[in-house]
């Protein structure tokens, strides 16, 4: 019979790569929660309607890279393919933004239909930071001091640039809109497919293209930076402040527009060069029309969402991945005779009741000292604990060190717990 694989672009995560989502994960929910950032989960289905409204008809998203299906109540429904509809949707449904700043941060599954390749998946995941309720440069700003700060701390910085733009208000991408469209159908011919297409539908993404044509007819098209709104003229110019001051680098880039249709003012990507073309792990912007345009109250909103998948990539290839992200054992608790296991658990359960972060391994499945000795090898712990038939009947233990040289002593158990702690560098729960 043929085995059943999984969907493509769908990936397992096997232990070796759980431990570096761990880390990531870690160091994410420590980052928002010293913001005062709060947790929030949503489904990951909802109605195709709302991505509709809320995305853009005319975006790749909505076009050609949603799950949509019909449910046997024949409602159309579609797997998430970003998080801040979903967010403002339940935000909206549970009244938290009348009159409330939210500061709201998830984290999961995205599902898109594009083609699969390094860096870009069908099922993505991705951590997401939204704020709903404020309206000034301060926030962007807050923003973007913590997405640098995560940098800092996973030791990226270096790998990182960020990207920073403006699209004004809605009448100035009007405007500009009319002149860029004029601009460009003078000039039709010249255009790539994709491009032709979109200048009616969505003309603001011919700015995104990729194609190298496309951009050299660009450098003499209107630019959106002459047509903006005196407000978010002084909006950009405060933010351009506030990370000067904070001393945060950053690349004004006039071309940079976004893929969804949601976003005014701040727009932003912090991008890498060391993963190919799919380089953007960080990217987000001001959208104050959204909650409105989804049937809410007018709220100014502003997030981002990350890449995991990307982030773990870079981490791997900057070799900024720290030790202690492993699945290896600390211990390892051999117990080579018959009638052994009973003993064996006590001790194992009273170092996990001392000391929680300790990772202790039993042996189970019986087998000879050989063979238990070669799985405590294998758990990569730092010491094997053997409990044989002389250590059994003089209620002793035997230490053997297993990543360095050291005399195999025995102990009896309040010296094992001493023993255990300073080789760790733990303080026992009991003490
Ligand atoms: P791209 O231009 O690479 O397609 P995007 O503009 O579609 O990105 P967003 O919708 O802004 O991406 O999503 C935010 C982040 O989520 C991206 O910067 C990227 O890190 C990650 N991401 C988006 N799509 C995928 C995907 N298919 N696979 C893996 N990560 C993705
Ligand atoms: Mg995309």
Known sequence: MKTIKAIRGMNDLLPAQSVVWQYLEQEVRTLVNSYGYQEIRMPIVEYTDLFKRSIGEVTDIVEKEMYTFKDRNDESLTLRPEGTAGCVRAGEQHGLFYNQVQRLWYSGPMFRYERPQKGRYRQFHQIGVEVFGLDGPDIDAELLLMTARLWRNLGLE???????????DSESRSRFKVALVEYLTQRKDQLDDDSQRRLDSNPLRILDSKNSETQQLLNDAPKLIDFLDQESIEHFELLKQLLDDAGIKYQVNPRLVRGLDYYGKTVFEWVTDQLGAQGTVCAG?????????????STPAVGFAMGIERLVLLLETCSAIPESASNDADIYLMTPVEGGQSAGFKIAETLRQAYPSLRVISHCGGGNFKRQMKRAVDSQASYALILG????????????ALKEQQPQQRLNEVDLLDFVAEKFGLKSTDA
Do not use: D, H, P, W
């Open 285 to 297: 912007g001001r959208y104050n029309g959204l909650v409105e345009q989804l049937g809410g109250r």
């Open 389 to 400: 038939s002389e250590e059994l009947e003089s209620g002793e233990i035997s230490v053997k």
């Open 158 to 168: 270096n790998a990182v640039t960020l990207q920073l733009n403006t699209l004004g």
